[in-house]
Structures are given as structure tokens and as C-alpha cells.
Nanobody, 126 residues
Framework: QVQLVESGGGLAQPGGSLRLSCAAS????????MSWARQAPGKGLEWVSG????????YYAESVKGRFTVSRDNAKNTLYLQMNSLKPEDTALYYC???????????????????WGGGTQVTVSS
């Protein structure tokens, strides 16, 4: 069955870095666009970043642009999110999700994603 499993979260200091991974299984990973989204305590789900199925195009929310980098390794069925210059407001549960279409990835509503991981917690605090 389809599985998305996030890892790499933890506690980081402001200005620090973390690298999240999302291991995919049960489907042809290279056929799907992928995104990262996050949910901070008491807030709604926020789209963070997305990448086309072949990795050629990447997109970022304004809140993370220039600090986060999304990438994927289709040979390893893994999605990544490199997070640098972390801020306390980056504290959230981070999810990866798949979408069958590349086009419009940066504007896609969440109901266009058909599978989600369970999330990995990122806490940024001194």
C-alpha cells in the first residue's frame, strides 16, 4: 500500500538547520509531484514547498523562500527538505504529500493531494 514516512525532525536552535526526509513506498514515486506542508500549534495547515515529479521545478512559500530547499531522489524514492536559518515560527509538524499532477503545484488546494505521511515534529527554540 501507499506509504509516506517522514523523518529528520527534532529540536534546533534559531539559525540552525535540519534536513527532513520523506520515504515513499507502494507506488511509482517518479510519477508524482510532491509537497511539504506544516501545521503549527493552534494553526491551520500551511503549504511550504513543492517539487515536480522529475525534480525540474521547485516552489516555495514566501515564508521559507531563500531558507528552505526541496529536492528528491527518484532512484531512492525519497523526498527531502533542507531547512536552514531556522526561526521559532518554523516550529510545526511537517508533512509530505503526493499529487498526481505537476502543473499548478504551487497553487494546488490540499484536497488535490491523495496521500499524506504522518508527520515529523520540528521545534525551533533556544
Amino acid at each position: 500500500q501507499v506509504q509516506l514516512v517522514e523523518s529528520g525532525g527534532g529540536l534546533a536552535q534559531p539559525g540552525g538547520s535540519l534536513r527532513l526526509s520523506c520515504a515513499a513506498s507502494g507506488f511509482t514515486f517518479s510519477n508524482y509531484a510532491m509537497s511539504w506542508a506544516r501545521q503549527a500549534p493552534g494553526k491551520g495547515l500551511e503549504w511550504v514547498s513543492g517539487i515536480y515529479s522529475d525534480g525540474t521545478d521547485t516552489y516555495y512559500a514566501e515564508s521559507v523562500k531563500g531558507r528552505f530547499t526541496v529536492s528528491r531522489d527518484n532512484a531512492k524514492n525519497t523526498l527531502y527538505l533542507q531547512m536552514n536559518s531556522l526561526k521559532p515560527e518554523d516550529t510545526a509538524l511537517y508533512y509530505c504529500a503526493r499529487r498526481v499532477m505537476d502543473y499548478g503545484l504551487q497553487y494546488a488546494p490540499f484536497d488535490e493531494y491523495d496521500s499524506w505521511g504522518g508527520g515529523t515534529q520540528v521545534t525551533v527554540s533556544s
